[in-house]
């Protein structure tokens, strides 16, 4: 940490009116006990003892990292990144990516300090923890988005790059140069390489269902004809995948949880409190030690299931924004964190 910086608790927001004490506050939020109680962590540090925190930011991404799961990184709807290494007790802002729309953050499986974040219509990288940026990739199309970028665990030269165009993209050379792989003409939400065979990956539509692929993108299955009996299953909320169970991958959809066993080729419906199509989940998480442990959240609730999805315990959220990004912690389960959105009415 370095000499001379402040950490001071959460008051004044930095990036908008305070929202302290009201319930209405954004950032970053932290369970020690699987969601029972939160509480918001979204300090900054600072060096004059200015109170400041990124609690009117939106939260679309959480990501920790692979070597080191108190180095935690935050892309935000508005104000660029931040990151804490310290498990969130302190979060800094790198002086690159201060504003506009982080979708989705990557940090090399075997060096910390090399970092991929898409910002609008590029792809930053940092070789030295975050302190200078290169822009490896920038899209000729202003409208454009970078929505999500994956390094492959098993040779992290190679680099994915999914856009709101549909086109998937991919580095064999770390981000040197770029070959489009595949365009499923419709905008990429989600990108998830399986945790036990990187050749398998899967590529969440924004309404043209899910796509997988088990050979590194020769080719492509459509999952979505394994799931269309179910109503409005195309219209993709979240997405996620088991870590001690691969084989399980859950799709939140506006008809509400479905699940596979068997990497998407066959589906069930997980019952949820409320019937199909009446509870939207914007946000999703398996337990990365069990698979049974489910957690998805809405625009007031947080809601986990420790058995599958037979039961549910609900509770209510601690802000007025809506739950947009869970994420269990992957050295210690009882930890969750939680990133909220305030969405206009």
Sequence with gaps: MAAGLVLL????????????????????????????????????????GERRTFGASSVGVIVQDPQDPKAIYVGTAEHGMFYSYDSGESWSQPAGIRQGRVWSVAIHPRDKCTIFVTVDNKVAKSDDCSRTWSVPFLDSRTEARTKVVAIDGYNPNVIWVAMSTGDLLRSQDSGVSWSNVHSFKNDIMRLVISPSDSRRIFVATRNAGIWRTDDAGANW??????????????????????????????????YGLIRSRDFGDSWEKIDLLTPPGQSIAYSLAIDPKNSDNIYFGTATTFNKSTNGGANWITKRLPTTRAATVLRVDQANSDVIWMGVTKFDN
């Design 9 to 48: 608790g959460a008051g004044c927001v930095s990036f908008g009116p305070s929202e302290a004490g009201s319930g209405s506050a954004g950032g970053i939020f932290r369970s020690v006990d699987r969601g029972d109680v939160w509480a918001n962590k979204s300090a900054l540090l600072t060096a004059t």
């Design 221 to 254: 299955l459509d999952l979505s004809k394994n799931y269309e009996d179910f109503s409005k299953s195309k219209e993709f909320l979240d997405l996620a995948i088991g870590v001690s169970d691969p084989g399980v991958v859950i799709f939140a959809s506006k």
